[in-house]
């Protein structure tokens, strides 16, 4: 867990370049450590809600701060140290927003009770990402987890954003009875989860069940490759 907080806190680092460079030489320090003392309580509290909430509220206030220390520098700077300034600002701006995070708002209901519709979400873009040799001693890569909550392209549509949880890894053996979840032979406790929608659907909650009219190309695939005696088997590969 220190080497995920000291990895944080390197970003951290990273990102308050934003500040002009006065503000940063005498509160720099002072905010790293108090940011690296909140990463800690969120560690030690093992709540998934408020890790996130710690997440969102340390963006912004990072981007409202900075913005706030920019205008004030501007006022007082004179005209090619504030050229210079706003450069470094908007180039860190857009090596966070297309590298580490990206903002989402949560369109439907499919993850009600976890995601609301209309909330608002901040994604790392870089936690699954390829490290190489180097990178894991840099950024806080990982493989993804059983019950992770990830966003991804949808594959048949990729203009589409979808937001779900991880309930399988390569090799699992996944099927559904009755809108319960079953896993390699166990069904999940899932306490999160709501139906919504009394009635039953067999294609939807008795997975995997053909369907009796049509289905994709990856579909089709997935029933004569990967289901066999009633479940699917997760094909091995990169999860995302």
């Known amino acids: 867990m220190s080497a995920l907080i000291n990895c944080f806190s390197r970003v951290y680092r990273a990102l308050l370049y934003t500040y002009p460079r006065e503000f940063r030489l005498e509160y720099g320090g002072e905010m790293e450590r108090l940011f690296r003392d909140r ?6 509290a093992n709540d998934p809600l408020k890790t996130a ?58 993850m009600e009770g976890t995601l609301r519709v209309g909330d608002h979400m901040l994604v790392d873009r870089a936690v699954y990402a390829k490290p190489g040799a180097l990178g894991r001693c840099v950024m806080p890569y990982r493989d993804v987890e059983r019950g992770d909550i990830v966003a991804l392209l949808y594959p048949e549509d990729t203009h589409q954003t979808f937001v779900k949880r991880v ?7 996944i099927r559904m009875v009755d809108k319960q979840v079953i896993r390699n032979g166990h069904a999940l406790i899932e306490p999160y989860t709501q139906h919504v929608d009394p009635s039953i659907e067999p294609y939807r909650d008795d997975f995997p069940l053909k369907p ?4 994709t190309p990856r579909g089709q695939d997935m029933f004569a490759h990967h289901v066999a005696n009633g479940e699917v088997t997760v094909p091995p590969g990169p999860c995302l």
Not at 57 to 63: L, M, P, R, V
Not at 167 to 173: A, N, S, V
Request: charged share 20%.
């Open 53 to 110: 909430h710690f997440v969102v509220a340390s963006g912004a206030d990072w981007i409202g701060t900075s913005v706030r220390e920019r205008i004030d520098f501007a006022r007082k700077a004179a005209p090619r140290g504030f050229v210079n300034e706003w450069v470094v600002t908007i180039l860190m701006y857009l090596f966070a927003a297309t590298t580490l995070v990206q903002a989402y708002v949560i369109p439907t209901g499919s």
């Open 39 to 44: 990463c800690r309580d969120a560690a030690r």
């Open 212 to 215: 009796e009219v049509f289905t």
């Open 167 to 173: 309930i399988g890894l390569p090799g699992d053996r």
